[in-house]
């Protein structure tokens, strides 16, 4: 945990020394996401759960090219009901992520709109699962995610007006989270964010 709050005080500490060259302009954002699984087997369904998404980040305008760097970091609650038959299991899991876009911006003074593109570094920092209606419990992510790492494609486009932003997004993870043979299960999902640009 002590790696987790060393790395987000140093991503903060230097947003805020590059913030003072001018150089950037800081956000925060958040949302709520629908989440779900990509699955590769038609015998198994995944739908939707609510989501979140909240965090931090920078736009760094690169005026020669006529396009904005966006680097950021949030939390992200991703995850799916899935179906087998008759059986459901729902699955939450927690992510921290660090997105990296590129902005195309059409903008006239403190409006406009954008559209970018990018990828997507994550890692599950916890999770909770329940089978049909029963409580939910905590996971052994070791155990019963393939893979706590994944990497994502991910678009957002959306309207800015004087620092605030109103954007969508939609995302697609590359890595198998399954530990079952029988399918693969990859994260998947689109979302509504605000966001505040200082």
């Known amino acids: 945990m002590k790696k987790y709050i060393v790395f987000i005080f ?20 958040a949302g709520v996401s629908f989440p779900s699984f990509s699955l590769d087997n ?24 006529s396009f904005e760097f966006e680097p950021g ?3 992200a609650m991703r995850g799916a009901k899935l179906k087998s038959g008759s059986t459901t299991v729902s699955r939450s899991l927690l992510y921290i992520d660090i997105p990296m876009m590129i902005n195309l911006p059409l903008t006239i003074g403190q409006t406009g709109i954008f ?30 995610l393939g893979n706590r790492f994944d990497l994502s494609g991910r678009v957002h486009g959306g309207l800015r007006i004087y620092g605030h932003q109103l954007s969508l997004f939609y995302e697609r993870g590359f890595v198998n ?15 509504i964010l605000y966001g505040y640009i200082f």
């Open 42 to 65: 038609r015998a198994y369904s995944a739908n939707s759960i609510v989501g979140f998404h909240g965090g931090i980040g920078a736009i760094v305008d690169v005026p020669e090219l």
């Open 10 to 29: 140093a991503f903060v500490a230097s947003i805020a020394w590059v913030k003072a060259q001018n150089a950037i302009s800081p956000f925060i954002r």
């Open 177 to 191: 989270l399954s530990t079952d043979k029988a399918y693969a299960a990859y994260n998947s999902g689109w979302g």
């Open 115 to 144: 559209a970018g593109v990018g990828g997507m570094f994550s890692f599950a920092t916890a999770g909770w699962k329940s089978v049909g209606s029963a409580k939910s419990e905590k996971m052994n992510l070791s155990d019963e």
């Open 73 to 75: 970091m949030q939390l």
